[in-house]
């Protein structure tokens, strides 16, 4: 064979292999036989060399600044000379809502639950009344409760939480997926909403260089946001895939606009409206309100915006909002803005704040996390402040094991006990709440019965939504069980309550001088009186 043939011969692989990884790349992300594909990214390592990845550090001082901002009067200022104050939230109420009745379960309805319950959430709040106590109160008495879900890989996609969310709503109540966001700067697949973007710029709390500088602080926990201006537009289209996620009724777009601007609106794919939005520095809700929220798209017509997403609900019963961002060890918090987070919490009202990471980080054999605990409490504080209604639920790190290179067969990483209790520590020393993930799963045979099973991917790290359920399944079963140990306590108190009201007190004896010979009676003996 000729020196031509051979050079043109390698050619032709080379363009081969060059499409071959090109068309590997268009491919989405997608799950086959309960098994999850990523969207491969051949240029990922070349990306990664450009620097743009930043760990963050906590800022305490900052946050407090942030917020203190957010309370403190302008001084300077005549209040009559103030301009009107843009409203907060700008409402579109298409029809009036049916407002779904409250779930207010029995200890006996709940006890067949609480029973499944193999791990229990540990309480290390000291205070009589803690924010969890709250949190279990408000499940008990059927009032409406949000939960804000924040993780790293192991639940993207809405793994997890979307068994979370409807064992929950089965239980006490509430519809639909809760928050999407607009857009997000990757493609990746969520098989409880459809969502079709186009326009925006969208950016990662991961990179945020690569976010305009008068933007990088407006970040918030979902992770990603989205500029667009004239013509960006996203859709969001609800499934039924699970039993409660469609027949939503409230929509809430979150978005932020510096000056003025208009969005349309438009419902179910028929009903439009149009939407002036006043230029204002804070967050902005608009508020729609209808019979049925099948889908809901919004699209910029004037000006430029800020996107964050879409929460789409009911009025009653639980919401879970998965906050999920990849390769982020909960580090990423720290870059998010804390007057937004705050201001989300105020137009939202989160009573659960989930804390789901370590995966990341966890090392083969590794034994020492002591600087991961105090990043883990320096989070906890960050939470707390932007959240601070919200109850903190910190869960330990799941199972995980690692292929031994000489052998060639998966073994425990070493190291999932050591990092759970450090995690644990954590919770106790900041007074929040504590749940043992591996532990969990520990009791229905660890990673090997989860790959075994198809519930895991065969490198046994990553859960698909097989095993997202089932670990779903006893994180309800673990929350469920503090509301049907406080209803049992509560019927008990008023079980005993009726029976003191029912006992019929003896009469006092009746004294000599006052007793009736008149009538027939027999007079006692003048002794017995003596």
Request: proline share 3%.
């Amino acid at each position: 064979m000729s020196k031509k043939d051979c050079t043109s011969r390698l050619v032709w692989y080379t363009l081969a292999v060059v499409v071959a990884m090109v068309g590997i790349g268009l491919v989405p992300e997608f799950e086959l036989f309960g098994m999850r594909f990523a969207k491969v990214d051949i240029f990922s390592e070349l990306r990664a060399a450009d620097g743009d990845v930043v760990e963050y550090q906590a800022d305490i001082e900052r946050l407090e600044q942030e917020l203190a901002a957010l309370t403190t009067p302008d001084t300077l200022v005549v209040a009559d000379s103030l301009p009107p104050t843009p409203p907060v939230r700008y409402e579109w109420i298409v029809s009036e809502a049916q407002q779904g009745e409250s779930r207010v379960r029995s200890s006996e309805e709940l006890r067949y639950i609480a029973e499944r319950c193999s791990v229990a959430i540990e309480d290390f709040d000291t205070v009589d009344v803690t924010r969890f106590d709250r949190f279990v109160e408000k499940l008990a008495q059927g009032e409406r409760v949000r939960i804000a879900f924040m993780g790293d890989s192991f639940v993207e996609g809405d793994i997890l939480t979307s068994d979370l969310r409807e064992e929950l709503q089965s239980v006490f109540g509430g519809r639909g997926v809760g928050f999407v966001a607009c857009d997000i700067p990757f493609a990746t697949v969520r098989k409880t909403v459809k969502r079709t973007s186009s326009g925006w710029s969208a950016y990662s709390v991961m990179k945020p260089k690569s976010a305009p500088q008068d933007i990088a602080d407006k970040f918030f926990v979902s992770g990603y946001l989205a500029k667009g201006g004239v013509g960006a537009s996203t859709r969001w289209q609800t499934t039924d895939v699970f039993e409660h996620l469609d027949s939503s009724s409230r929509a809430r777009v979150l978005l932020y606009s510096r000056d003025t601007s208009r969005v349309q609106m438009t419902l179910n794919d028929s009903i439009v409206n149009e939407i002036e939005v006043a230029g204002y520095d804070h967050m902005r809700e608009i508020y729609v309100e209808a019979e049925e929220v099948d889908n809901i798209a919004v699209r910029v017509v004037e000006g430029e915006v800020l996107c964050y997403g879409v929460t789409i609900e009911s009025g009653e019963g639980v919401t879970v909002d998965n906050f999920s961002v990849r390769s982020n060890n909960g580090h990423a918090i720290f870059g998010t803005g804390a007057a937004i987070n705050r201001e989300i919490d105020e137009i939202l009202g989160y009573d659960l704040v989930v804390l789901q990471y370590g995966l990341n980080i966890m090392q083969k054999g590794q034994r020492g996390y002591s600087n991961y605990r105090k990043q883990l409490c320096d989070m906890i504080a960050y939470a707390e402040r932007c959240f601070p209604r919200a109850a903190i639920l910190v869960l330990g790190v799941s199972d995980r094991w690692v292929k031994n290179e000489e052998s060639g067969r998966f073994e425990s990483i070493g190291s999932v006990d050591a990092l759970t209790s450090y995690q644990r520590a954590a919770a106790d020393s900041t007074n929040v709440s504590f749940w043992n993930t591996s532990r969990a799963m520990a009791e229905m045979g660890g990673m090997p019965k989860f790959v075994a099973n198809g519930w895991a991917a065969k490198d046994y790290t990553h859960i698909n939504f097989q095993g997202g359920r089932r670990i779903a399944q006893q994180l309800a079963y673990a929350i469920i069980e503090p509301v049907c140990a406080l209803l049992e306590r509560r019927e008990a108190e008023a079980e005993e309550a009726k029976r003191r009201a029912t006992i019929v007190m003896p009469e006092e004896p009746t004294s000599l001088h006052t007793f009736d010979l008149s009538v027939g009676g027999v007079a006692p003996y003048v002794e017995d009186y003596k």
